[in-house]
């Protein structure tokens, strides 16, 4: 069936660090891949999303990359901030569906 | 312009109960979704609507149902609640154009608790 497969699940990195964050999912009918933070007790938000009609998309300090042959895709985070720290989850759909596959979360700590 | 609206924010019932939760999305987003967050089980999907008909459901059993009414307000209903039922319950809305899949806005759930 449809899976996506998060990786970390936890990650700490020091203060300007940069953090990535790895994804691969399951359905090649996949498109559409959105990245969302949720920082504790509060809902998730979307940061950044990449169609697969493309390798690479950034903004500000967050990039993500595809590799549509190997099905994975990654969030990067550079100069990593204290606010930064959430927990990111990747997602996978299909154009034209709002089903979407979310991986199961990577908690990041941005150590002072 | 006003996010997703999920009513109410807490609830505690008793196992065999039902219990329905509202969502308001945001004006002029006609695709509401419906999720269901648990520490274990992450995100998973329950069903999105579009146009008050159900496009797509997820592998949930029949106990979980909604619908959406004609201004986009969409309700989900979960009948005979099993301890395992709690859980952070999100809506979310999209503009949907028909041809890409615009980002989710998720609202702030419903934290039900079963007992």
């Known amino acids: 069936g449809e899976n996506v497969e998060q990786h970390p699940s936890t990650l700490s990195v020091q203060e300007g660090d940069s953090a990535v964050i790895k994804c691969t999912y399951s359905?090649?009918?996949?498109?559409?891949f959105p990245w969302y933070k949720q920082e504790l007790g509060k809902r998730p938000q979307l940061i950044i999303d990449i169609r697969s009609n493309v390798g690479e998309k950034k903004d500000q300090r967050i990039a993500v990359t595809l590799n549509k042959t190997a099905k994975h895709f990654s969030l990067h985070i550079t100069e990593t901030q204290p606010e930064d720290s959430a927990v990111y989850f990747c997602a996978a759909a299909t154009s034209g569906t709002y089903k979407y596959i979310f991986g199961t979360g990577t908690r990041l700590k941005v150590l002072a | 312009k006003a996010g997703v609206t999920q009513t109410p924010r807490y609830l505690i019932k008793t196992r065999g109960q039902q219990v329905t939760l509202s969502c308001s999305p945001i004006?002029?987003?006609?695709?509401v979704s419906w999720y269901q967050q648990t520490p274990g089980q992450g995100l998973q999907f329950l069903f999105e609507y579009f146009s008050e008909t159900q496009r797509n459901k997820g592998n949930f059993p029949g106990r979980f149902s909604g619908r959406q009414f004609s201004n986009s307000r969409s309700e989900m209903n979960v009948s005979t609640l099993e301890l395992g039922d709690s859980a952070l319950y999100l809506c979310?809305?999209?503009?949907?154009?028909?041809?890409?899949?615009?980002?989710?806005?998720f609202g702030s759930g419903t934290r039900l608790t079963v007992v």
């Open positions: 004006s002029g987003h006609r695709s």
């Open positions: 979310a809305s999209s503009s949907d154009t028909g041809q890409h899949n615009y980002g989710y806005t």
């Open positions: 359905d090649s009918a996949s498109n559409y």
